[in-house]
């Protein structure tokens, strides 16, 4: 019962996240961080855990826009890249997902305090499986990545995706049959960045179907608003 009641609060705090993410980017405002503000009182690292499920999303707004985000955004935002270092044998999306948010933190700050210089952008070694894996598995996994989905970025995971973007379509048309609504929208994402993406997909209408029937969840709202907010100024679809 304490593990679930933890778990629901964790889920919780990082819904309250993404609804301060969705807000700053329809507003082009500083992410406010009640969702953090309202974890603080908890012991241990609750909070940045729930930083860490979101990832580099939590300062996207500060990056598409671009604006400098607040301090206490930004503090949060780099003591959870310094606590939770990956693991030698964690899994790609882990140590991909751990990378976009120190380059996302490079961006927006200086570099981590005591970081090898030839270590401050080094990508993951590990980028092969999305080129290996299946259109499904491609999806699933692109839509665990989409932090890494934002204009200009120039990265093995974001080739990978440039080079199957009939995939990545199928993938999304799948993941709205399936009603698995945070795929599809981290799917359209990456979508609206991809050269080659069929015209018959009807992606634009079919993000609006998809935070129709998913926008309770502020995560799926988040993946939704990045899209449009990268459409409008100009990425292709």
């Given at each position: 019962m304490e593990q679930s009641g933890t778990s629901a609060l964790l889920q919780g705090a990082v819904q309250d996240l993404a609804s301060d993410v969705v807000s700053a980017l329809r507003g082009g405002d500083h992410v406010r961080m009640s969702g953090t503000g309202a974890t603080d009182d908890l012991e241990g690292n609750f909070a940045l855990a729930a930083?860490?499920?979101?990832?580099?999303?939590?300062?996207?707004?500060?990056?598409?826009?671009?604006?400098?985000?607040?301090?206490?955004?930004?503090?949060?935002?780099?003591?959870?890249?310094?606590?939770?270092?990956?693991?030698?044998?964690?899994?790609?999306?882990?140590?991909?997902?751990?990378?976009?948010?120190?380059?996302?933190?490079?961006?927006?700050?200086?570099?981590?305090?005591g970081a090898p210089a030839g270590d401050r952008t080094a990508e993951p070694d590990v980028a092969g499986w999305l080129d290996e894996a299946t259109w499904q598995v491609l999806t699933h996994q692109l839509a665990v990545l989409a932090p890494l989905a934002v204009p200009g970025e120039d990265c093995a995971v974001a080739r990978a995706a440039q080079r199957r973007p009939v995939d990545v379509a199928?993938?999304?048309?799948?993941?709205?049959?399936?009603?698995?609504?945070?795929?599809?929208?981290?799917?359209?994402?990456?979508?609206?960045?991809?050269?080659?993406?069929?015209?018959?997909?009807?992606?634009?209408?079919?993000?609006?179907?998809?935070?129709?029937?998913?926008?309770?969840?502020?995560?799926?709202?988040?993946?939704?608003?990045?899209?449009?907010?990268m459409r409008a100024a100009g990425a292709l679809v």
């Open positions: 930083v860490r499920v979101l990832g580099a999303d939590l300062l996207l707004p500060h990056v598409l826009f671009p604006t400098p985000p607040a301090p206490e955004a930004l503090a949060v935002f780099r003591r959870t890249v310094e606590a939770f270092p990956p693991r030698a044998d964690a899994a790609p999306t882990v140590k991909w997902s751990h990378w976009a948010m120190s380059r996302t933190l490079r961006r927006l700050d200086t570099p981590l305090a199928r993938g999304f048309v799948r993941a709205v049959r399936r009603r698995d609504w945070q795929q599809a929208a981290g799917a359209g994402r990456w979508l609206t960045l991809l050269d080659g993406v069929p015209d018959t997909l009807g992606l634009a209408a079919g993000l609006d179907f998809v935070e129709l029937m998913g926008g309770s969840d502020p995560r799926v709202s988040l993946q939704v608003q990045a899209a449009r907010v």
